[in-house]
């Protein structure tokens, strides 16, 4: 079992940085890929970035691709998105999953994070 909590996410300008952090518990979290995902007012859920449990290997959403960063601390039971140059279309609530690597579906998903782009 994994829990997942997600912090880091507000309010900033158009331009502007943020850096979300997912603290996981459980002593199995260095096993588990992570993924970051986000959901805006009316529409459905998308992927944005994963990571493989060594953080050897990075995959990215085509929209944020260049502007974000995933990354993992498995020493800490944590896994971060640093997201810059984002946009008001980066309007949404962000949510880190994870799942076994050779999983297609994501076991287990945080509360989520708020954020917010103002123009």
């Known amino acids: 079992q994994v829990q997942l909590v997600e912090s880091g996410g507000g309010l900033v300008q158009a331009g502007g940085s943020l850096r979300l952090s997912c603290a996981a518990s459980?002593?199995?979290?260095?096993?588990?890929?992570m993924g970051w995902f986000r959901q805006a007012p009316g529409k459905e859920r998308e992927f944005v970035a994963h990571?493989?449990?060594?953080?050897?290997?990075?995959y990215y959403a085509d929209v944020v691709k260049g502007r974000f960063t995933i990354s993992r601390d498995n020493a800490k039971n944590t896994v971060y998105l640093q997201m810059d140059s984002l946009k008001p279309e980066d309007t949404a609530v962000y949510y880190c999953a994870a799942r076994v690597t050779k999983a297609t579906t994501y076991s287990y998903w945080g509360q989520g994070t708020q954020v917010t782009v103002s123009s």
């Open positions: 459980g002593r199995t979290f260095s096993s588990y890929v």
């Open positions: 990571i493989s449990w060594s953080g050897g290997s990075t």
